[in-house]
């Protein structure tokens, strides 16, 4: 049973940083072989993608958030983090953690929700100004 499990959330200040995490369980195959991503939704707005990452390297990225934030994959830990700097109030939401529904398929340039089959249960970013 796959299992995505969010932390690192919390409040903090315009300008500040944040870390998230996700740990995944129960995969069929090895980590290292599928794309996860990051979405986000804010009370009355669609989910949006944040970022995505398929073995390591690069990330592919939302424009509203390019330049602050990181995305990066422990495989050997079946770990996702998302590190979150210069935060703004506009990043307000639950993030949520989410696997492609089928290993070696690498991730796409658009990070659309509808791609991705497995879900966290999201952790709460709030951001001050």
């Known amino acids: 049973q796959v299992r995505l499990v969010e932390s690192g959330g919390g409040s903090v200040q315009a300008g500040g940083s944040l870390r998230l995490s996700c740990a995944a369980s129960g995969f069929a195959y090895s980590y290292s072989t599928y794309c996860m991503g990051w979405f986000r939704q804010a009370p009355g707005k669609e989910r949006e993608g944040v970022a995505s990452?398929?073995?390591?390297?690069?990330?592919i990225y939302a424009e509203s958030v390019k330049g602050r934030f990181t995305i990066s994959k422990d495989n050997a830990k079946n770990t996702l983090y998302l590190e979150m700097n210069n935060l703004k109030p506009e990043d307000n939401a639950m993030y949520y953690c989410?696997?492609?529904?089928?290993?070696?398929?690498?991730?796409?340039?658009?990070?659309?929700?509808?791609?991705?089959?497995?879900w966290g249960q999201g952790t709460q970013v709030t951001v001050s100004s």
């Open positions: 989410a696997r492609r529904r089928f290993s070696g398929s690498r991730c796409s340039v658009r990070i659309v929700a509808s791609d991705f089959g497995y």
């Open positions: 990452i398929y073995s390591g390297g690069s990330g």
